[in-house]
């Protein structure tokens, strides 16, 4: 069990006593009715008035792994249906999964939902009123809900041991036939499951499934119906660790956290009948599906967690902006209408406005990495140009980044915030983030150049140019376009071959071989800093 305690999130041993309970539950002639609820469970979920109630979402990840697009984007289109509606987007954390349960991977993905401004209403960090919201500290609410469906035949143990569910497999295999279970256990007589019982033998608790078609309204797919008894057998609901299955905890979570609409990956809509089915065991309404297509990689394969270049981690690393990213993903799988496309930077309130269920495609949609590439240079402009505090804190993360790059010339360096400023207005139609900004092509934007006696051209012609930019008259405009006309003409004037001046220029300006034009550097670094590099070039070489 995992408990909150300041707001982290602590292991413990699975609690005593679930498993020990379930075996003196009574065992009785069970009977199951997947279409006709039971009188004895009171539907209590608040979906039963749905035209009066709160729209209440929830993203239920399971700790196994880090947040990827995949993960971000269903996060995201929950939180925008929510805040649409007026309504609750609720963060639980289901671990379920002992084998596969990742230490810290819980908080990582809630600190990865507050940097994409995805903030929960509900979560097991803040709490709520219908909490607790992290699986292992539901166990009371599972084994009560568990004896129910025992006690009313429509669930039963399992006593089948590892070895014959694979023999199961190998031999619909070998038939061609699709693997699943036979049902065995759920003949077994009252005392032949009491002598199990009795000598402890190990055992799961399955869901008796109905062999009728299944149909529900996928929000975004339309009609579905599914015989889901004749691809799979009875599924466990309790796994012989006293662990609920996802399919089980999930459902009964969903009802008591009271969850209108669940939106989720398209890969999910296979068990979605699964889960009605145990909605109605108990009682209680299901709330509306609506599933997700896939997103997928460039070349069209799937997104996994394993992948690097797809987890928040490297977004955040490689200087992406948290809305630059959720509008990367916005842009698989739709959702929006063409309004959206007139914005060149959409904020989130921007996306809640938009957001519709009925314009999210059915159909997968691959990444396109300069849309990324795109949505960053938008937002980093839109920070700089309409919020003054923004723009002040990127000024300081450059400031940072280039103190941290450069810190072997940390004497040289020009970090100056107007010049920090200039640079990034200079840069916006340049680069894709702000780390390309100490990138070693763009070096010479902070660092002086380091000394070279190397002689190129004479020394009093550096000078003479340096004093001619130096003058209005000579240069009105200090200008990428009128830089270039003085050059040349410069070159002419004074009988020098126009290449041998711009590799002098490039070398007393940055000492790179290669990196912006020479006008070009002129021009960001600005009248007074480039004369006062060319004098030192002149210098040097006296």
């Given at each position: 069990?995992r408990?909150v305690?300041?707001?982290?999130?602590?292991?413990?041993?699975?609690?005593?006593?679930?498993?020990?309970?379930?075996r003196?539950?009574?065992v009785?002639?069970?009977?199951?009715?997947?279409?006709?609820p039971?009188?004895k469970?009171?539907t209590?979920?608040?979906?039963?008035?749905?035209?009066?109630?709160?729209?209440?979402?929830?993203?239920?990840?399971?700790?196994?792994?880090?947040?990827?697009?995949?993960?971000?984007?269903?996060?995201?289109?929950?939180?925008?249906?929510?805040?649409?509606?007026?309504?609750?987007f609720?963060l639980r954390?289901e671990?379920?999964?002992?084998?596969?349960?990742?230490?810290?991977?819980?908080?990582k993905?809630?600190?990865?939902l507050?940097w994409?401004?995805?903030?929960?209403?509900e979560?097991p960090?803040?709490?709520?009123?219908?909490?607790?919201?992290?699986q292992s500290?539901?166990?009371?609410?599972?084994?009560?809900?568990?004896?129910?469906?025992?006690?009313d035949?429509?669930a039963?143990?399992?006593f089948?041991?590892?070895?014959?569910?694979?023999?199961?497999?190998?031999?619909?295999?070998?038939?061609?036939q699709?693997?699943?279970?036979?049902?065995k256990?759920?003949?077994?007589?009252?005392?032949?499951?009491?002598e199990?019982?009795a000598?402890?033998?190990?055992?799961?608790?399955?869901?008796?499934?109905?062999?009728?078609?299944?149909?529900?309204?996928?929000?975004?797919?339309?009609?579905?119906?599914?015989?889901?008894?004749?691809?799979?057998?009875?599924?466990?609901?309790?796994k012989s660790?006293g662990?609920p299955?996802?399919?089980?905890?999930?459902?009964?979570?969903?009802?008591y956290?009271?969850?209108?609409?669940?939106?989720?990956?398209?890969?999910?809509?296979?068990?979605?009948?699964?889960?009605?089915?145990?909605?109605?065991?108990?009682?209680?309404?299901?709330?509306?599906?609506?599933?997700?297509?896939?997103?997928?990689?460039p070349n069209?394969?799937?997104?996994?967690?394993?992948?690097?270049?797809?987890?928040?981690?490297?977004?955040?690393?490689?200087?992406?902006?948290?809305?630059a990213?959720l509008?990367?993903?916005?842009?698989?799988?739709?959702?929006?209408?063409r309004?959206?496309?007139?914005?060149?930077?959409?904020?989130?309130?921007?996306?809640?406005?938009?957001?519709?269920?009925?314009?999210i495609?059915?159909?997968?949609?691959?990444?396109?990495p300069?849309?990324?590439?795109?949505?960053?240079?938008?937002?980093?402009?839109?920070?700089?140009?309409t919020?003054?505090?923004?723009?002040?804190r990127?000024?300081?993360?450059?400031?940072?980044?280039?103190?941290?790059?450069?810190s072997k010339?940390?004497?040289?360096?020009?970090?100056?915030?107007e010049?920090?400023?200039?640079?990034?207005?200079?840069?916006?139609?340049?680069?894709?983030?702000?780390?390309?900004?100490?990138?070693s092509?763009?070096?010479?934007?902070?660092?002086?150049?380091?000394p070279?006696?190397?002689?190129?051209?004479d020394s009093?012609?550096?000078?003479?140019?340096?004093?001619n930019?130096?003058?209005?008259?000579e240069?009105?405009?200090?200008?990428k376009s009128?830089?270039?006309?003085?050059?040349?003409?410069?070159?002419?004037?004074?009988?020098?071959a126009f290449?041998?001046?711009?590799?002098?220029?490039?070398?007393?300006?940055?000492g790179?071989?290669?990196?912006?034009?020479?006008?070009?550097?002129?021009e960001?670094?600005?009248?007074?800093?480039?004369?006062?590099?060319i004098?030192?070039?002149?210098g040097r070489?006296?």
């Open positions: 069990m408990y305690i300041s707001g982290t999130l602590r292991r413990t041993c699975l609690p005593v006593g679930f498993l020990s309970a379930l003196t539950s009574s009785g002639c069970w009977r199951f009715y997947c279409d006709k039971s009188g469970t009171k209590t979920s608040a979906a039963t008035t749905s035209n009066e109630q709160e729209v209440r979402v929830r993203f239920a990840p399971s700790p196994t792994g880090y947040m990827h697009l995949g993960g971000l984007r269903t996060a995201l289109y929950n939180y925008l249906y929510a805040k649409a509606h007026g309504g609750k609720v954390i671990d379920t999964d002992r084998e596969r349960f990742v230490e810290g991977a819980a908080e993905m809630y600190a990865d507050k994409a401004g995805i903030e929960p209403d979560d960090y803040k709490g709520g009123p219908n909490g607790p919201y992290t500290q539901r166990y009371e609410i599972y084994k009560r809900e568990v004896k129910k469906l025992m006690e035949g429509r039963y143990y399992c089948c041991t590892e070895r014959r569910l694979e023999l199961l497999r190998k031999e619909a295999l070998r038939l061609r699709v693997p699943k279970y036979d049902n256990c759920r003949h077994l007589t009252p005392g032949q499951i009491a199990r019982l000598k402890n033998d190990k055992f799961c608790i399955r869901f008796k499934l109905d062999s009728k078609g299944d149909e529900f309204n996928d929000l975004i797919y339309g009609k579905i119906v599914y015989f889901i008894a004749q691809q799979e057998g009875d599924p466990v609901i309790i660790d662990y299955t996802y399919h089980f905890a999930n459902v009964v979570d969903d009802h956290m009271r969850i209108t609409h669940v939106l989720r990956g398209v890969e999910w809509q296979i068990s979605t009948p699964k889960h009605i089915q145990l909605f109605h065991a108990f009682g209680w309404r299901p709330p509306q599906y609506a599933h997700l297509p896939l997103i997928m990689n069209g394969s799937k997104l996994s967690k394993r992948q690097g270049d797809v987890q928040l981690e490297h977004y955040r690393n490689n200087g992406v902006f948290p809305q990213l509008n990367y993903v916005t842009q698989s799988g739709g959702g929006f209408g309004e959206l496309l007139d914005i060149e930077a959409p904020q989130m309130t921007d996306l809640i406005q938009q957001f519709e269920l009925k314009k495609n059915a159909n997968s949609s691959r990444l396109n300069e849309l990324l590439k795109h949505f960053n240079r938008a937002e980093i402009r839109y920070k700089l140009q919020d003054p505090a923004a723009a002040e990127i000024v300081l993360e450059v400031t940072e980044m280039v103190r941290k790059e450069f010339d940390v004497k040289n360096l020009q970090l100056n915030p010049h920090v400023r200039d640079v990034l207005n200079w840069s916006l139609p340049r680069i894709d983030s702000l780390q390309d900004l100490v990138k092509k763009l070096s010479f934007l902070w660092v002086l150049p380091k070279t006696k190397e002689k190129i051209i009093d012609i550096l000078a003479v140019l340096a004093k930019l130096a003058t209005e008259a240069v009105p405009e200090f200008n009128e830089l270039s006309r003085f050059i040349k003409a410069f070159a002419e004037r004074n009988h020098l290449e041998k001046l711009m590799k002098a220029l490039r070398s007393g300006l940055s790179l071989q290669e990196g912006p034009s020479v006008p070009e550097m002129m960001i670094l600005g009248r007074e800093k480039t004369v006062e590099r004098e030192l070039a002149a070489q006296k």
